[in-house]
């Protein structure tokens, strides 16, 4: 079977893959499906996006007044949801006392679709679905009565009870999460053609939604032949966490080269084929990162870390707690900051668990527009001292979020140092702009998002002389030389005072 650019392909261990038909370069579309076999607004999102085209809404959203459950940002979006499945499922939510699981609902459209008969589709029936295991389980049980009340609450007959436990392994092991462009998870996306695809710790690929639709994209060039990878979990774990987390869920050992090796961050960005994108070489240059990254792997005592891991994730749970207040997560972040000071002093932010107390520092600063300041310094530390290692193509759609937010920041905090806060912010959405193209997509939502913030910025620009214009020459290399050059003077200076905004961005935190 041919799909897009790839086939499926019976490896050994593996099962079913997808391998791709032709060279692809990176930040390619492998596949692109404009609506995929099932999608469901997760519990926890209900109230956040329009359970139709699953945007959030900045006028709001409305709740449908019969169920009370979903919610639309547009007549149009709840016309369109009540053709197409919710004038049936309106019916059974009304009559729920609460709002039945995210799995639940999905398998209740699937039903009322009647995409689940009395035997397996053979869309989905090839797929591995681990029964034999999970009827090992403890969730076997809670398997089965979902069904079970999924099939009495759609009125389905009993013979499909089988189809529907099925279907809802198969959901267990091939469905994956449905995120906003910046990876907030809200939904749960079941699509046979995509599920095909593998797992690895090092992916060459990745998902990325658009409301409803789905695109698997390249991360690193993939050869011809050659299997295409995605990641089912957070690789930033350790491997232990992460072979956990596989075993539990999708039943396979990880046998990737970053497990078998236990490769940290260091070793697998060294490994990899990071493409430099030229203009941020002037921010951090891609021989300076190898350099460093080479310099941690032969650092004989950065292996001699004690470990810290269960330590620091105790403290970042409790500084989730909701009912503590702001001071006491606060003290609970900086003692966790201080428990990873033997990665500090060895100088391995990019090592778990370091860059989950800064992302959850930043989440703290960030939660006050007092503190943004500080949020916007743990960021620029963020990017600069872990992602870039993390995540090694620039173009990573965690990476261009991470530079977007920074951008946004810009335009929210008072001037600091010598940084031109209005050309900083207009440096960085050139830069987005241009890698968007590869991570997301420059004709999806937030590909048309950052070309209105960049078109804004300009438009200050044009009233404060040529600098914007020089820098838009130097970025898209167009225009005359000497304003290329100009430009290229500017950034240094821009990305020279963003990096001074960084080296402090633990001092406030430390006292
Ligand atoms: C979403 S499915 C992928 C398609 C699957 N291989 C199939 O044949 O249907 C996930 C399942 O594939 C297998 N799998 C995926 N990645 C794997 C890997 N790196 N090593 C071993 N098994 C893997 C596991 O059985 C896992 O539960």
Known sequence: MNINNTKVVKYPELGNGLAATRDLEAGEVIIRIAKP????????????????????SENGLKRCTGCKVVQYCSIACQAAAWKAIHKEECKIYRKLPQIAPTAVRGLIQLLLRKEIGTSPDPRWAGLEGHVAELQKQKRWDEIVLQAKAAVEWTKSPQTCMETAINMLCRMATNAFRVTLADSTPIGLCFEPVVSLANHSCTPNATIIFDGRQLT????????????????YIDTTQTREERRHELKDRYFFTCHCEKCEQDDGPYHTFLKSQSIPYPPLDLFISQEEIRNFAQARCSDASATKVPDILPKVQDLLTRSRNPSISSAQQFSLLQTALRTCEPLQRTQQVAQPPYPQVLHELYL??????????????????????????TYPQPHHPVRVIRLYTIAKLLQNVPEL??????????????????LVRKSHGEETSFGREVREALADVEAVQRTRGGVGSALNAWVLGVGEEAQRRDGKEYARKIFEGLRDLAGSALDGVRK
């Open 37 to 56: 076999f099932l999608i469901v607004v997760e519990n926890a999102a209900l109230d956040r996006v329009c359970s139709e085209c699953l945007f959030e």
């Open 216 to 231: 698997l994209r390249t991360l690193d060039p993939i050869k011809k032949g050659d299997q295409v990878f995605v990641s």
């Open 364 to 389: 703290h600063y960030l939660s006050d527009q007092s503190t943004y300041t500080q949020a916007l310094r743990i960021l620029l530390y963020l990017y600069l001292h872990s992602d870039v290692y």
């Open 417 to 434: 140092g010598d940084v031109d806060f209005i050309s900083a912010n207009q440096v960085l959405l050139l830069c987005v702009r241009e």
